[in-house]
């Protein structure tokens, strides 16, 4: 059973890692996106793999007007809007004392702002088409100490307080918003972090050492979550941060 049928998307980030993840599961689950990324490239490449089942769009989600131009994009070449999914962010590794204050700028606005202005503005479209799903992407950073995540931790971290807040203020409208905070996933990003290391070898042997599983978090466990609760059988999720870590957190 297709349990997208019909819906009308928007995944911001949604070019590689977990955002493509989400762009494909949500596609096989029957609905219809829009890829939104600054990657145009990568955007476009996906989504002619869909053709009609997707389009794409190059946005930076920390700008409001390009964000607005997105929704706008996506209510016209969709027919309205069911689901947005804010995802895109970027990550940063440094403590306080050395987290250079453009870093942290930068962080802020992609992570937290990026996500507030797409439910900022995705909020009234997805009401003009009758109530659906905003899915926001955290991190277990936003839940458990982790070393050298200062900035990365408090930006997940205001995603998750961002979420309940909003989900108290929409669920009259048959909005529904909720975050999925996901543990080290295998994404591009995580990759560029070992090969950077003196021993990328060792340092993945690491990191999956850490892991409770024994493996990294792969980006369709986490699109699968996000199908889910963007799918009615979520219908009473609101306000919930669904972690997807392999355990990490039940440590």
Known sequence: MKRLKNKKAVVTGGASGIGKAIVERFIDEGAKVVIADIDENSAKNLSQKFKENSFYFKVDVSLSEEVKKLISFAELKLGGLDIMVNNAGIGAAATVEFTDEKVWDNLMNINLKGTFLGMKYSVPAIRRNGGGSI?????????????????????????????????????????????????????????????????????KESMLARQPHGRLVTPEEIAAMAAYL??????????AVMVVDGGMTAR
Do not use: F, H
């Open 230 to 239: 963007a799918s009615d059988e979520a219908a009473s999720i609101i306000g």
């Open 135 to 203: 899915i926001n992407i955290s991190s277990i950073a936003a839940l458990v100490g982790l070393p050298e995540r200062a900035a990365y931790s408090a930006a997940k971290g205001g995603i998750v307080s961002l979420t309940k807040s909003a989900a108290i203020d929409y669920v009259s409208e048959n909005i529904r918003i909720n975050c999925i905070a996901p543990g080290t996933t295998d994404t591009p990003w995580i990759k560029r972090i070992t090969d950077s290391q003196p021993d990328p070898i060792k340092a």
